[in-house]
């Protein structure tokens, strides 16, 4: 069997079985985007081998090669984070946001928001605006507007549901 037949047979079990390689890379590196880089340098290698007899079970040496490459993967990032971190308990660090997907995700989040503020009128964005961004009381923005602080209590509420409901429609 040429290599290129060896190759055919690991890409139709890489399709097939794909789902199943994501899962067991993540057993081992935690995260999705670290179990798709793991599945994909996977496929690359073996692609880029000249394989010289056919694999009886493709599925079964792709898994085994996931699982070495994931364990690789864990370790030499256990690796890298002793030496960032020498002296430090990393534990203790604070980062809201761990890694690229769910900063992308608050990034498509504060954009539907920003849209959404553009879209509601002057007024009511300034009062909601200054209350919640420059810590404004309803009271003092009231007074400045020349309205009572309940009305401006319901236009900060107005622009708050319209942010949630832009949040709610996002299709991410």
Known sequence: M???TANESLLAAYQQHR???LALARRYVHTHWAAEDVVHDVLIKCLERRLSTPLKQPAG???RM?????IDYARTRAREMRLICDGVDCAELDCPIRG???LAEAHEHLQCILCALEKMPARKREAFERHRLEGDSQKSIA?????SPTLINFMIKEVQR??????CDDPT
Do not use: D
């Not at 007074?143 to 309205?147: I, L």
């Not at 319209?162 to 949040?167: P, V």
């Open 2 to 4: 040429a290599h290129g």
């Open 19 to 21: 789902s199943n390689l």
């Open 61 to 63: 040496y792709l898994s």
């Open 66 to 70: 996931v699982r070495n490459q994931a």
């Open 100 to 102: 690229p997907e769910p």
């Open 143 to 147: 007074h400045a507007f020349g309205v």
């Open 162 to 167: 319209g942010c949630e409901q832009a949040l």
